[in-house]
């Protein structure tokens, strides 16, 4: 018995057809159907793959929002023995045509709005046949559009038997410097980082839910909660192209969401929105942010107000993404909200099947004191052992451990708290200070809604911190010495920061953090 | 990175050590230690066996109950590498004596009220080389006592890494006639079934739980919940030698148990214990009933009297032993506790990884209408392909698939329904009576606890079924034509047993089911 994603789609087809998945299109209007459809039309598309010509290991690319169609390519593809890539849609033409190229795509299927960048980019990727519009209507280029194509696929086909050590998904991640890095899924890992979330003390996914992931599908698999939901026939509400912060509380007001996973700016963002106009997100039992650190301030804030707990994760493209979760024992859980919050701030522990281990710069496990930072390494069925085709693979993999670069302390309890990124820490004096422990204080000071902190060249202490602060009021001030008091309250004098710039809003990464690049670019003409 | 158990033996030491284990001794008194106890004695268990010379690949044998050294000896034998065989301490002397050479044991492990049988036994043994008494006072026989032999070994002793299909566990199925059947587990299948287990659609076994096991740890692995607890670090409460309704039901409240595994047999003694005794059982949120089906009647007296919900589910040795579950979809879920328990007597949909099909004579899959009885065959990373060195596997696996011999009908949503077994149909005229269905509808009838329908020779019909059915009140009387006319509401009437013996307990089997070989025995005695 082969562990791959086939099994659970033909469970749910055969046992669990009855839920719908839901998905918010260009217009605004949702496309709703069941997984009964959902499984056929997969089986279709897969089938119209084979007979285009796709083979197993070829590469099948998507440029696309979170729709209904990019989640039947997300069973179609691997089931038929083909890797899934998603393409960020956030990278520069040039990344696109590198890792395109580096792939080496036979297939891209494309969401019409992004054909300006299938103009410009699809002429220099060498490998591509095939172009195919995910829409109904007439395409303006590439081969046909989506459902022109589905037609040509029998919706009895059978999947092929595929040996579970097989490559199922590609993803690349964005590196600081030079071109994106590339990581490959195989069906066993995919098919264990599956049941990991489904299991109760992770993320505890089930057919009960209805789970909405804001979380891209073309980032990190969408941490995963496509396949999950699949895998138990939960319910899925696709947000679709654009979402605003505004569209996301819609979608949970209306289609009363249990599960919603976003990137902690979006977090901020669902915040301000809710402050704005007011909804009814009781149905909510967890609202999953990653990508960085959630300020305890937002934690609180959500849990207060709404009633609703903020589930900390910690993972990457390298981790598929999952590593960590937030686990609120249940001694935790009888002392009460308060103590929850304490643990919930924090990236947690290994899943069921992760192995980690925080290592100082000699290579010796850090203290478990909370106060001794060191690098979080990992390895597990699910976590990367190398980049794809990539001399970088040397710097970041070792005995199948992943070095994530990431910097964080532990508890007694074995928990991880992420201080910050290696490369985002700020260094002064021969001290460190954490950039994530400034910006949760900031974050936590009235009138403030996000905050973010980066090292600026200093000629006497190598580095200082500056801050960058966003006011909670689109129109609202802020008085750099009420800041510094703030801080003063809990810091010590050196850690803070030399500058507070007040901006309207911080710069976003393709996959939406805080573009800490271009901020230490602002920092640096700070100190010209 | 290897599917092994030492994985969640690895991450529960060091991430979740602070919950209990507590264990029922021979004198009603409570030992209890921590997961970080039970964590570093289970290396040194591991370590100890190794200094005996157990290599990996030998079978290390148990006869004991469900106590905390027999769990030790769960993960010590299997992260060593070698094979932990469970024996069914209710088997003969003669099948102890077949199942342990048949087996090849080196070491075995005997709790000390069950050395008559290793006395009577053990000579017989050929490949015995060491017995341990699984106490802390000198041993009467054998190499000595359990705490003695702990202490030869080293509590920091370094796991092997083991290969993920290497054999770690063995259990013997009771024939119906001819030796008992050796079924192996592999690491990996054991891995994921675990994991299974821990599954919010499946038993959703929780750090936060407290587990209490009933069912045997020399039985089917007593249905995974030692490695699930294990795994996910849940309280575990093992009720040690002798266990009666009374003893487990003291457990249940002085703990506060949170889930309850056991035999439908010990569920219907439960129930008559708390109608003698009352106890605050409040904390459970599941008692798990398996090894025959659970009578309607009975799950609606927990669920009406004491809100407590009976998960059903189906499997077997050969099973792991897991294969199917009640699953209550949400749709059932919100129209109402009714609708739930017609959804919970149903032995319900494959856990995620196995697959499952219902065959009729022809070996083709049965119309999905609750009507038409079939075999169910299950197969999946967990289920056993072969007997151990046993010429009768061809008769019960084919392709991968485990032919069950159980007979079940499956509703529209595809959730089984178990029937009966095959050889337990009682054949009337050329026609199938289902001896379960009228032993739950017996159940269900004023007065009465429990009841049991086998078949009786019949000259003109071929077989005509006999019911024997157990008073509620030990005292009390039951009148053939109450029960004739209560069965007669819902069956036709050649499905009326042509008898029914009033019996003061139903004989049981060595795993707790009901004994029909000799009650059709006595039922063949009634025909002459």
Redesign the interface.
């Known amino acids: ?1 082969q ?1 791959t994603l086939k ?2 789609l ?2 749910t087809e ?3 057809p ?2 719908e998945i839901v998905s918010r299109q260009a217009d605004g209007q949702l496309f709703r159907y069941h997984y009964a459809d959902y499984c056929r039309r997969t089986r279709q598309l897969a089938s119209a793959l084979a007979r285009l010509g796709v083979k197993p290991g070829d590469r099948v690319a998507t440029l696309g929002w979170n729709t209904y169609r990019h989640m039947e390519l997300y069973f179609a593809v691997p089931c038929l023995g083909a890797i899934l890539h998603t393409v960020n849609i956030r990278l520069t033409d040039e990344h696109i045509a590198y890792i395109m190229n580096h792939a080496e795509d036979v297939v891209l299927f494309v969401d019409p709005d992004l054909l300006p960048t299938v103009e410009r980019v699809a002429p220099s990727v060498r490998s591509l046949r095939h172009i195919i519009v995910m829409d109904d209507r007439p395409a303006p280029l590439g081969d046909c559009d989506y459902e022109s194509f589905l037609a040509t696929g029998d919706p009895d086909f059978a999947f092929p038997e595929i040996e579970e050590n097989s490559p199922c998904g590609m993803c690349f991640t964005s590196a600081t410097t030079g071109d994106p890095k590339g990581v490959v899924y195989t069906q066993r890992g995919l098919y ?1 980082h599956t ?2 979330l ?4 992770v993320l ?5 839910d209805t789970v909405l992931p804001v979380v891209p599908m073309f980032h990190a698999n969408s941490w995963g909660l496509p396949h999950a939901a699949v ?2 026939g939960a ?1 899925i509400v696709l947000p679709g192209p654009h979402p605003t912060a505004a569209d996301i509380l819609d979608l949970i007001e209306a289609e009363r969401g249990t599960f919603c996973a976003a990137a902690v700016t979006i977090g901020v963002e669902l915040y301000a929105q809710l402050k704005k106009k007011p909804r009814d997100i009781s149905s909510l039992r967890g609202l999953m942010l990653g990508g960085s650190a959630t300020p305890e301030a937002l934690m609180k804030r959500f849990h207060n107000e709404y009633g609703v707990p903020i589930l900390t994760a910690w993972g990457a493209t390298e981790a598929a993404p999952l590593a960590t979760i937030t ?1 609120v ?3 935790v ?1 009888e002392a009460g909200p308060e103590e929850r919050i304490k643990v919930r701030i924090r990236q947690g ?2 899943v ?2 992760v ?1 980690l281990k925080v290592l100082d710069d000699c290579g010796k496990p850090v203290p478990r004191d909370d106060r001794h930072p060191g690098e979080v390494h990992v ?3 699910w ?1 990367a052992t190398e980049y794809y085709r990539d001399k970088r693979s040397r710097d970041s993999f070792a005995d ?1 451990w992943w070095r994530s670069g990431d910097i964080a302390t532990q508890g007694s ?3 991880i708290r992420l201080v910050d990124r290696a490369k985002d820490l700020v260094k002064s004096g021969g001290e460190w200070i954490s950039s994530v422990d400034l910006e949760n204080e900031l974050a936590a000071c009235p009138g403030v809604l996000e905050a973010a902190v980066v090292a600026m060249p200093d000629a006497r202490w190598q580095e200082r911190p500056v801050a960058f602060v966003v006011p909670l009021q689109e129109s609202g001030e802020l008085d750099p010495d009420i800041l510094s008091a703030w801080l003063a309250r809990r810091f010590a004098k050196w850690w803070i920061p030399d500058r507070f710039v007040v901006v309207a809003a911080l710069p976003k990464t393709g996959v939406g953090k805080v573009d800490k690049r271009t901020l230490r670019e602002r920092a640096a003409g700070l100190a010209l």
Chains 1, 2 share one sequence.
């Open positions: 018995m562990l099994t659970f033909e469970r055969s046992f669990l009855q839920n264990l049941l990991a489904c299991l109760r003390d505890a996914i089930s057919e009960h895998a138990v319910t686990h024992r249940r001694s859980f522990i290994p069921p099947g192995e390895r597990g069925p976590i199948g309890d074995g928990s």
